[in-house]
């Protein structure tokens, strides 16, 4: 099991690690409680029991977790109500539930009152273990966002490391935009930082003191987003004891980022064109039309005016949402930036017990020479490989990955002539296909690398899979 990869951009916050990370395990049964335990101590997490909901609700008063594990019923009340209250003491915390009787239905019911997600007994580790990664990066990205906001207002300035003009271009373009209160189309490669944008304009906008929610359009089916956006009444589905507030009532006043935007469907883009238009929803199970105001930022890394010829995206729905609209370079064309970003990632990864001092000129140069198809994020994960291989006080070339030196494997750097004649989708396919093969076919460690979630990249590879594109098989 590898160990969680810290995504904090401060490099003054101490890294996430297991050590710090703390999960509360609500389970009545001796023998169940005791077994999740012992699993979850031996990968280094601090885990606590009780039998109780109202003791676990006591802990969480007490003790930032940031993950609960439940039983569906605990010794004292159930387990969906225990969920209720604990998100309402820690927004933040995801909640996992366990059962020995899994159905369908008992599944989409957690799910739509809340919960992350459904596990069910009998479980491999490495699926338990891939929840508590996923649930884990939900919930250290709220916080990140929140630590972001409190940087950008306090130094009053946008936080992108880098002096190109391709990079102060879009810092110019962003104070300007935070200002305004439309809607925004924020296009760019995989790993270029479109979520960050988001969170900059909200944070300099009117709206900063506000919430600023982001969703994965691309993480969810379209049943449990629209339960996700617009909530439910009391009764709207079996299990539905309390109505809930959607995402777009909490968020009314504030700022809605809808990530991957692309990937959604066409019934629920035109559920959400009915909101933009009308500044209404309707809760599910629900009749009476509710009033919001939120603002609208949608990224992408999809060529949208390309899907609104295909007829896979609405043509209202994109000038709805691209008011104003923000592209953001890829890192292979303001390759100036990469030494700036290398200190800066060497800063945030360097521990007390390292010797790194710098970067060699020849390392340098080979870092310089690379197209990073997985832009920012790709050169953060190779400076924190190398970090975690290099004993020596300067990185020199053989400490980095050697993709970056082999035209061979499949990370080949695009000549630049090529790069004009390649739509976005092809870029990130060519750059999917290549992690995949890299791990050898790991569907698991192919996502952690490209910064999605697994269902994310199900979907793109079934959707290669009908165009006939070969994909690298994982080994037997």
Not at 107 to 123: C, D, E, I, K, T
Not at 250 to 256: D, E, L
Not at 437 to 444: A, F, I, L, Q, Y
């Amino acid at each position: 099991m590898l160990p969680l990869a810290t995504i904090l951009q401060n490099a003054t916050h101490p890294p996430v690690t297991q050590k710090n990370i703390s999960i509360l395990v609500v389970e009545p049964d001796d023998i169940n409680r005791p077994n999740l335990c012992l699993l979850l101590d031996k990968e280094g997490y601090n885990t606590e029991t009780t039998t109780r909901g109202s003791k676990a609700l006591e802990h969480l008063k007490q003790k930032n977790y940031q993950i609960l594990f439940s039983n569906l019923q605990t010794n004292d009340m159930a387990g969906i109500e225990l969920m209720l209250q604990a998100k309402h003491i820690r927004p933040d915390l995801e909640v996992i539930f366990m059962t020995d009787q899994p159905t369908v239905d008992t599944a989409v019911q957690v799910m739509m009152a809340g919960a992350f997600s459904y596990l069910p007994r009998p479980f491999s580790i490495e699926h338990l273990f891939t929840l508590v990664d996923k649930a884990l990066e939900k919930t250290i990205m709220r916080r990140q966002i929140r630590r972001q906001h409190q940087e950008i207002r306090r130094n009053k300035g946008i936080q992108f490391v880098g002096r190109s003009p391709a990079i102060l271009q879009l810092k110019t373009a962003i104070a300007k935009i935070a200002r305004l209160d439309c809607n925004v189309l924020i296009a760019g490669e995989t790993g270029t930082g479109k979520e960050l944008v988001a969170s900059t304009i909200h944070a300099l906008s009117q709206r900063a003191d506000k919430r600023f929610l982001p969703i994965n359009c691309s993480a969810l089916t379209e049943e449990l987003m629209l339960n996700e956006l617009f909530g439910h009444e009391r009764e709207a589905f079996t299990g539905a004891n309390k109505f809930r507030i959607g995402l777009f009532e909490s968020a009314n006043k504030g700022v809605i980022l809808l990530d991957e935007i692309g990937e959604m469907s066409l019934a629920m883009q035109s559920n959400l064109l009915r909101v933009l238009q009308e500044k209404k929803i309707i809760r599910v199970g629900g009749t009476r039309q509710i009033n919001v105001d939120v603002r609208i930022l949608a990224a992408t890394n999809r060529d949208l005016a390309e899907e609104v010829h295909k007829k896979t995206f609405r043509q209202d729905l994109f000038y709805r949402i691209n008011v104003v609209s923000l592209d953001i370079p890829p890192l292979r064309r303001r390759r100036e930036d990469i030494p700036l970003l290398v200190e800066h990632f060497l800063a945030k990864y360097q521990t007390p017990e390292q010797k790194v001092k710098c970067v060699s000129q020849k390392a340098l140069e080979t870092l310089m020479r690379y197209d990073y198809p997985g832009n920012v994020r790709e050169l953060e994960n190779i400076i924190e490989r190398t970090l975690a291989m290099c004993r020596e006080q300067e990185i020199q070339p053989y400490h980095l990955p050697p993709e970056l030196e082999q035209p061979e494997s499949g990370m080949t750097p695009i000549r630049e002539e090529l790069i004009a004649s390649k739509t976005l989708d092809e870029h990130s396919r060519n750059y999917i296909i290549s992690v995949l093969s890299r791990v050898e076919g790991n569907k698991t460690r192919a996502a952690k690398i490209l910064g999605i979630d697994r269902v994310s990249l199900w979907r793109k590879l079934k959707k290669y899979k009908t165009q006939g594109i070969e994909l690298p098989q994982p080994l037997s």
